[in-house]
């Protein structure tokens, strides 16, 4: 998917949010639904996609969203001056059932595409 950010800037992300995913969150925060979370780079850890920042997520309302998915009562979204985390790249977010934690996966095979 392609996201306009502004006179001529557009840039390709996609992010994949399942079902189990979508109940950790819930479990996680232990809030009733709905409420927002916010997926946002974070400078800590060693990081698959940017080294040095990881993926992390809070319980926040939007300011200036950039990018928006609503999943069983979840709103997840990304502000608009975090969407350079994703750019080019499509970000899924499972549940690993032997771990009992959400997993994050990054492919990063998009093509980017020139307004």
Not at 24 to 43: A, C, D, G, H, V
């Amino acid at each position: 998917m392609q996201y306009q950010l502004g006179k001529g800037w557009c840039i390709n992300m996609f992010i994949s949010i399942d079902e189990k995913a979508s109940s950790w969150f819930t479990r996680e925060f232990e809030l009733n639904k709905p409420f927002s979370i916010r997926m946002f780079p974070q400078y800590a850890g060693f990081g698959q996609k940017h080294k040095g920042y990881s993926l992390a997520f809070s319980v926040e309302h939007p300011a200036n969203i950039g990018f928006t998915k609503e999943v069983n009562g979840i709103t997840f979204y990304v502000e608009g001056n975090d969407v350079w985390f994703f750019e080019d790249t499509e970000t899924y977010l499972s549940f690993d059932d032997f771990l009992d934690e959400i997993q994050v996966t990054f492919k990063e095979d998009m093509v980017t595409a020139i307004n």
